[in-house]
């Protein structure tokens, strides 16, 4: 059995709770705190919240490569 790894503490949120709220449209810290409450708390994970965010963006080189549409 895999054990979780906890993206906040505070709130016993784990990565992939957040990247699952990421997924479900959250775009910012804010965000992420209104729909799991994950970094309402003594703010530490906000750094790790922000890198899950950047992680799930896609790279300007992969946008390039999108086929334009007429
Ligand atoms: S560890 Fe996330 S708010 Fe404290």
Redesign the pocket.
């Known amino acids: 059995m895999a054990v979780p790894v906890y993206a906040?503490?505070?709130?016993a949120v784990t990565t992939s709770q957040v990247e699952a709220t990421i997924l479900a449209g959250a775009r910012t810290v804010s965000d992420i705190g209104e729909r799991c409450f994950?970094?309402?708390?003594?703010?530490?994970?906000v750094d790790r919240l922000e890198e899950l965010i950047e992680q799930s963006e896609p790279s300007s080189e992969s946008v390039e490569k999108l086929p334009q549409s007429a």
């Open positions: 906040c503490i505070c709130a994950a970094g309402t708390g003594c703010g530490n994970c």
